[in-house]
């Protein structure tokens, strides 16, 4: 099983950016998908998921409005658009695959598979 996150980069305060999690040897349809965070000497957190059949998103607050998350079920494949990008949101982004329940999609340990994080830079 592999989960590759791709698109990372260095951009400024207030662009766009799409992550994508490209993933091999699952079938992403049967898993709930997230994108989680980490920073510098930070706690990874949870950024985004988003449900089996892609009828249900879920956002951290900081986020919410600014990113979303969106699927291809028919392509493996799993993206985060980022927008208004903040320097706060500079961090290894990692797509990671879930097999509970909907009430826990937004745990760490709900996920069981992940992959190996892409770096976003925000810079002010």
């Known amino acids: 099983v592999q989960l590759q996150a791709l698109g990372g980069g260095l951009v400024q305060a207030g662009d766009s950016l799409r992550v994508s999690c490209a993933a091999s040897g699952l079938t992403v349809s049967r898993y709930n998908m997230g994108w989680f965070r980490q920073a510098p000497g930070k706690e990874r957190e949870f950024v985004a998921a988003?449900?089996?059949?892609?009828?249900?998103?879920y956002y951290t607050a900081s986020v919410k409005g600014r990113f979303t998350i969106s699927r291809d079920n028919s392509k493996n494949m799993v993206y985060l658009q980022m927008g208004s990008l903040k320097p706060e949101d500079t961090a290894v982004y990692y797509c990671a695959a879930s097999a509970g329940i909907l009430s826990t999609i937004s745990t760490i340990d709900a996920y069981v598979y992940w992959g190996q994080g892409t770096q976003v830079t925000v810079s002010s």
């Open positions: 988003i449900s089996r059949s892609g009828g249900s998103t």
